[in-house]
Every structure is written in structure tokens, then in C-alpha cells.
């Protein structure tokens, strides 16, 4: 008779994780401070969201050759204008570092959150989820409502204005109206991705990758752009006195308290 044929089996494959991966994987996959981590991740979503906003405010401005953030802080006609676009580029820079260093501490906290929520059945319906959530999306639906606000300002000033000479209807859409608008879509955005969430519907993911992109072709915009500026001829560190920022310090000519109290 014939021998029956015995088939060993294959042998398992054991896979092995470094230290690095094993680290990253469980620190992403759950969170050691919850409602701390929550609350921080509420914040920085509002904070990204404005960063976002004056981000725009701020391109536009150096796209356009004007001074639309220091306008708007009315610091713009005490700088001068080859002044001011020393500011504004290196407030664009400032900008660019601060999207490199929140949005991915942003998308990190939602992961981490969102993992331990799967944890933690019911934790929706504490006061430590709701209280961060609420308030955070109470401040983008006011965000929101404000630009709106702003928007419908600038058309009914440019109907007051028809006929009249100069009006500059045509400045107020491209450095008032266009930076508003642009303002609403982000805070209704992120306003709207927080109702999802209050209503149960957890969209971080895409919200997070969104916002990824929106960053990082943000901060590459402005970054080049303030390069350009800075090295455009007729940008000037000097305000419109004509005193450089940097010279009373460099030169050791500031003055003593003596000569400020003696008069």
C-alpha cells in the first residue's frame, strides 16, 4: 500500500519591530492625558485655522505691493512703505515657522485622541469632551460670522460710493472683500468639521490631511515670497523717520534714563 504523504507546515513568519517603530506606534495609538490632550488639540485647530487666515492676509499683501496686515493694525503709515514690507516679510516668515511646528503637533494630538476615544466607550459624554469642543467651535462660528460681516461691509460701501471719484471700490474687493471671504471658507471649514464631531461624526482624518496640504503649500508660498521681498531693491529696514531699527543698539547711542528724565 501506498505511504500517505504527510505535508509539513510552513513555518510562521515572525515579524520583529524595532524600537523606533514600536515607540511611534504606541505612542499614536493612544493617549496618556486624554482630556488635557483634547483640549489642546480644540486649541491648536482654532489656532491653525487663524494662522491660516493671516496667512493669506499676509501673501496677498506681498502679492499685491501693499500693506494689508500693518493696514489693518493701523502701524502701516508709522513704519513707511519700504519699511513695512521689511515687516510684513518678516511676519510671513514668523508664519511659516509657526504653521512647521503646530500643524503637525495638530494632526499628532488627533491621532493620538482619536485612538484612545476607541478605548473609551462614552467618554463623548463628559463634560471634559464637550466644554474644549463646544467653546472651540462657539470661537470659528464667530470667526466666521464676523468675515461675513466684513464682506457685506464692503459691498454696501461700494454701492454707497458709485459715482463718486476715486472710490477705490476696486482696492476694497482685492484687499478687503478677497482676504474675508477666503477667512469665512476657513473658519466655516474647520466650524463645521467640529459640529461633525459633536455630532459623533469623526472626520480628523481628512480634516488633517487637508489641512496638511493647505499648510504646506502655504508656507512654501510665503516663504518664497518674503526671499523675493527681502531682496527686492527698495526694501528698507529703515521706518519712514529714516533711523534704522538696529541702529541705536549696534551704534551704543540709545539714550541713558538720564537724557529721557532730564527735561
Do not use: C
Not at 212 to 221: F, N, Y
Amino acid at each position: 500500500m501506498a505511504e500517505a504523504k504527510t505535508t509539513e507546515p510552513a513555518p510562521a513568519v515572525v515579524t520583529t519591530q524595532t524600537a523606533g517603530e514600536s515607540f511611534w506606534k504606541r505612542e499614536l495609538n493612544g493617549a496618556t492625558f486624554l482630556s488635557l490632550e483634547h483640549a489642546g488639540h480644540m486649541i491648536l485647530v482654532v489656532i491653525v485655522a487663524a494662522l491660516l487666515s493671516v496667512g493669506v492676509v499676509t501673501a496677498i499683501s506681498l502679492w499685491t505691493g501693499s500693506s494689508g496686515l500693518l493696514s489693518a493694525l493701523g502701524a502701516a503709515s508709522l513704519i513707511g512703505g519700504s519699511a513695512a514690507k521689511y515687516v510684513e516679510a518678516n511676519t510671513a516668515i514668523a508664519l511659516v515657522a509657526a504653521l512647521v511646528v503646530l500643524v503637525p503637533l495638530m494632526v499628532v494630538l488627533d491621532r493620538r485622541t482619536r485612538a484612545e476615544w476607541l478605548k473609551r466607550t462614552g467618554y463623548a459624554d463628559r463634560v471634559a469632551y464637550k466644554v474644549p469642543l463646544y467653546l472651540a467651535l462657539g470661537v470659528t462660528v464667530a470667526a466666521k460670522l464676523f468675515a461675513i460681516v466684513q464682506m457685506l461691509t464692503v459691498i454696501l460701501t461700494s454701492l454707497a460710493v458709485i459715482g463718486v471719484n476715486g472710490n477705490g471700490v476696486g482696492d476694497m474687493y482685492l484687499y478687503q472683500f478677497l482676504p474675508s471671504a477666503i477667512t469665512a471658507v476657513i473658519f466655516g471649514g474647520t466650524a463645521w468639521y467640529l459640529f461633525k464631531l459633536a455630532k459623533g461624526r469623526d472626520n480628523g482624518r481628512a480634516f488633517s490631511t487637508l489641512v496638511m496640504l493647505l499648510s504646506g503649500a502655504l508656507a512654501v508660498a510665503l516663504f518664497v515670497t518674503a526671499v523675493i521681498t527681502l531682496h527686492t531693491p527698495g526694501t528698507s529696514m529703515q521706518p519712514s523717520g529714516g533711523t534704522n531699527f538696529y541702529d541705536d543698539y549696534n551704534n551704543g547711542s540709545s539714550k541713558s534714563l538720564e537724557d529721557l528724565f532730564k527735561y
